[in-house]
């Protein structure tokens, strides 16, 4: 796993969260790609259809918490469970990625 991927930094407890989670650098990869870095502490919500679609088994949504381009942790958790707290932050919830075409392919 690198330290940085599409830009954004990884923390330490980031990286031991990702390991911990077997998320590849390249599953995540497919989520940052198109992400803004510039926004403060943002939770990226992460719903199952996508992560079935790259490659991640989970059960529940993944969550990405940021700081402008620093990945702070990750977890996963039900969306419906974490937005009854009340919390003071941005949020973004990927239902959707667009997949650009190779012209390897």
């Known amino acids: 796993m690198s330290r940085i991927l599409e830009?954004?930094?990884k923390t330490d407890h980031f990286i031991y969260r990702?390991?911990?989670r077997?998320?590849?650098d390249k599953s995540l990869s497919k989520i940052l790609k198109r992400l803004d870095k510039s926004k403060?502490?943002?939770?990226i919500?992460?719903?199952r259809k996508i992560l079935k679609k790259i490659g991640v088994n989970g059960k529940k949504e993944l969550f990405i918490k940021l700081d402008k381009s620093t990945l702070i942790?990750?977890?996963y958790s039900d969306i419906q469970t974490y937005l009854g707290t009340k919390?003071?932050?941005?949020y973004l919830i990927i239902n959707n990625i667009l997949y650009e075409k190779n012209s390897t392919n």
């Open 73 to 75: 942790t990750c977890f």
């Open 87 to 90: 919390r003071e932050q941005n």
């Open 7 to 9: 830009g954004f930094n």
């Open 18 to 20: 990702q390991w911990d």
């Open 22 to 24: 077997n998320i590849t």
């Open 40 to 43: 403060k502490k943002t939770l």
């Open 45 to 47: 919500i992460v719903s």
